[in-house]
């Protein structure tokens, strides 16, 4: 029977700060803690009573919050008035180890005349404050978004709330050391809770992580670190909460964050921008990705306009990987248009249109900018729904495409006369040096091509090309018709790496074929066909 005095570890935890823990169960057990494994046998009066003690609370997060005025922007009013809106990050480094920081770390938009509205409240509740200095007002037409003066108020704007910051921070300090009730100090608190939204968010108390891995596991503080840092290049986010409002301030200042990785994240509160402001901080061409990483990211607050927008004026990104679709309110076939992006070098959209319909517009959107790209090399198109139309699409861009270096498509659904097609096409293709078209559809259509056909238009293709260093056929059910493949490499000099897996032929005839012929592969894939001598058994059992 269980020891009633015996405290479930998940009911603690939640809501007292990680140190504290570790600090009792030391005292307690005269070591330090196996983490949090031994705290269900703690004592549970004692437990308790020191969770009372520590719980989390409201008024707690003022000692530990952070804030500065990142960014600034133009808006219209109603009646097509400028203004400026400043954007305020706002963070609590929290001493929760577990805690990925999405709840911890958001975004506000003030103008200047809520920054004002706050500096006269806050005047006359206490001498100190009002002695803070304050950017004064323009009168002159123009000058309150003239850029010069919108930057030098950012600027004093971020240390006047960082000052009163410190100042609640003080004298909270002061408050627990007398354990005295001041007013002030509650009142401007009361301030800065309506202005910086604090008491509004939906933040939640520490609490474990049941994955055992994750890399968003962002030590806290992990913001004000990056904000100018020159070391970081890289920064992954995935698999987690991510606040994508705040990471679009961070990457447009600093530049050199090279890489961004959101693959498995999801955006963070439906109380701000989220994902559109950073695509359209992408689009600005302001920041320093070169690498995104998105698949398998789920969004809101965003449209097909925000990532038509992206495609169509991003000139920076080199690679973009998308393997999974991405889940926003956005039309998928869309996400094909990214060959708009000139500069691209890589693009992975594996996984992205899964079903026929969104498959076959995805690729009459690609094809036409597949053409005359001049700077991809290679594209992953990997577990979509193209079909022999789409691959016979990608055949003519193929004739055309002088950049691109790889095409993959394993598991397209791309039958006899979709290779064929391909085929037809590298013998005009000059560039392309590796091909994988893998996973013949389980029926194909009344009349379709035979394997000896296939295999035929394989060699003609290997006798003609030029460029070709791997190709990768598995699961095409060539049969036999492989030995006229491997026959062709006399004719060819460039191929390296041939991949022939489970094609259902006979390997003792097409080994003979292979070193009779070959003149340049250095690595054969025969596996999963039949291995077996030829007097033991025959291609026909298949």
């Given amino acids: 029977m269980k020891d009633a005095a015996l405290q479930p570890r998940g009911s603690i935890r939640n809501f007292v700060k990680y140190p504290v823990f570790e600090a009792y169960t030391e005292a307690l057990l005269g070591r330090k803690p196996n983490k949090f494994l031994e705290f269900v046998n703690l004592p549970a009066p004692q437990f308790m009573a020191l969770a009372e003690q520590r719980a989390w609370s409201e008024r707690d997060c003022w000692s530990i919050l952070h804030t500065k005025v990142c960014s600034f922007h133009t808006c219209l009013d109603n009646k097509k008035k400028e203004y400026v809106e400043y954007r305020v990050v706002c963070e609590i480094e929290t001493e929760n180890e577990d805690s990925n920081g999405i709840e911890n770390l958001w975004v506000v938009c003030r103008r200047y005349s809520d920054f ?77 809770d309506d202005f ?14 049941d994955k055992k891995f994750s890399c968003n596991m962002f030590h806290s503080g992990w913001f004000s670190h990056v904000w100018d840092s020159t070391d970081i290049h890289s920064l992954h986010a995935g698999f987690g909460a991510v606040n994508c409002e705040v990471l679009s301030l961070l990457v447009q200042h600093n530049k050199h964050i090279h890489t961004l990785d959101l693959t498995g994240a999801s955006g963070g509160s439906l109380r701000n ?3 559109r402001c950073l695509l359209q901080a992408l689009a600005s061409n302001e920041t320093g990705v070169r690498h995104l990483y998105l698949g398998g990211y789920q969004g809101h607050n965003c449209d ?57 517009q995805a690729i009459v959107n690609l094809v036409p900018y597949l053409k005359g790209h001049k700077n991809l090399r290679k594209l992953f198109l990997n577990e979509n729904h193209i079909g022999n139309r789409g691959a016979e699409l990608l055949s003519e861009a193929l ?16 039958g006899p006369e979709g290779l064929i097609s391909l085929c037809n096409a590298l013998e005009k293709n000059h560039t392309l040096q590796r091909l994988f078209v893998t996973d013949r559809p389980s029926s194909l259509a009344v009349g ?23 190709l990768d056929v598995s699961r095409q059910y060539l049969g036999d018709g492989c030995c006229e493949i491997v026959s062709a490499l006399a004719a060819n000099t460039t191929l390296e790496v041939l991949h022939l897996r489970n094609n259902r032929f006979a390997a003792s005839r097409v080994m003979c ?12 894939d025969i596996s999963h066909n039949d291995l077996t001598e030829e007097s033991e058994t025959t291609a026909d059992t298949w």
């Fill in 513 to 524: 074929k292979f070193f009779e012929h070959n003149q340049s592969v250095t690595s054969l």
């Fill in 399 to 414: 004739e055309e495409n002088e950049s691109l270096q790889l095409l993959s498509l394993r598991a397209c659904n791309v």
């Fill in 116 to 192: 004002r509205n706050l500096q006269l409240q806050l005047k006359k509740l206490d001498s100190e404050l009002a002695a803070l200095p304050f950017p004064g007002r323009t009168f002159l037409p123009g000058r309150g978004t003239s850029q010069p003066i919108i930057e030098q108020r950012q600027q004093q704007l971020d240390e006047y709330l960082s000052d009163v910051i410190q100042w609640v921070q003080k004298h909270l300090q002061e408050k627990l050391q007398e354990d005295e009730e001041r007013k002030d100090v509650t009142a401007v608190i009361a301030l800065l």
């Fill in 304 to 360: 097909n306009e925000d990532i038509e927008s992206l495609f169509e004026h991003n000139k920076t990104l080199e690679s973009l990987y998308v393997a999974g679709g991405i889940s926003i309110s956005v039309d998928d076939p869309l996400l094909a248009f990214a060959t708009r992006i000139s500069s691209l070098v890589t693009l992975d959209l594996s996984k992205c249109f899964n079903k026929q319909p969104k498959a076959a």
């Fill in 196 to 209: 910086l939204e604090v008491s509004q968010l939906d933040r939640k108390p520490p609490c474990s992580n």
């Fill in 448 to 470: 379709a091509p035979s394997s000896v056909v296939v295999s035929h238009a394989i060699a003609e293709m290997l006798k003609q090309n030029t460029s070709l260093v791997e």
């Fill in 273 to 275: 921008e989220g994902f």
